[in-house]
């Protein structure tokens, strides 16, 4: 089960509590400045599940304002958009000529990495899901010119999206791993019809189905080669690593898993075809180098040996 992490500024001293809460940010978030507002407590506290790429956040929180300052990229900020959906109180985004006041109900999304003001003059509750980059960009064309637009969660799309993440949120710390990769990918892609035109949705997820094709092209190409990896292949087609195992997401794969399920279809497929070769020149053909690495994966793949699948076709 996904386990859920609570960072509470209680657990700080109270002379600590502003640093603290400045270091839990900029790490789990943003680098940014916080400041308590006059006669007010500082008080914030998160509850985050975290999956392999999306995360979960519901906040708590006393009125406070919150600064990313526009001065050059600093290291701790993630590399994501951050989707809010406001539970209660008031909420007000600013990022770059933008600004949005939320109601309780509606969402916003902003850039992590890029300079940015929240304020919120009273106690608050918010969700926040954590989207990389490359996963949104793959989805939605010009998500950056929605940057801290309002999404009218009462209606339409915006309710869909809202009511998944609220549901999804609430229900996380009962999900196993897999369960809550693929809840978050139809999270990203609810996020992403949020966000845009129907016709850009569709534009954007056409050209991901071409680009993944030209991918698999590639990826086929070079099956032979011991040497291919997600290294290799972001280079010669001038994509990142992330984007490419993100054009996997969809399939249940990462650009690795898919390298070794093309390579094994073929070893199959000759170990019933050359019978003059032995199973480990078929092996070393296709790109393996290492015999026990293939013999296991031969078998999770097919649930029988090479040898037995070769005696089958005999």
Known sequence: ???????????????RRREWLCEVIGREYARVDVRPLPEQRLFNEMTIHAGADVRLSTIRSNGIFIERPKRPALPDSQDVYLAV????????????????????????IYDATLPHKIYCPEKFSKLIVSLPHATMRSRSFGIDRRLASPIDGGQGVGAIAASYVR????????LTDEFFAAMADHCADLVALSLSEPSEYFRANRGREATLRRVKRFIDGRLRDPQLDPAMAAQALGLSIRYLNALFEAEGLSLMRYVWARRLENCRRDLASDARASIGEIAYRWGFSDLSHFSRAFRRRFGLSAREARMQSE
């Open 85 to 108: 959906v406001l539970l209660s109180g008031e909420y007000f985004l600013e990022q770059g000529d933008r600004q949005v006041s939320l109601r309780p109900g509606d969402m916003a």
């Open 1 to 15: 089960m996904t386990k859920a992490q609570i960072f509470s500024t209680e657990q700080a001293a109270p002379n």
């Open 167 to 174: 549901s999804f949120t609430a229900h996380a710390g009962e």
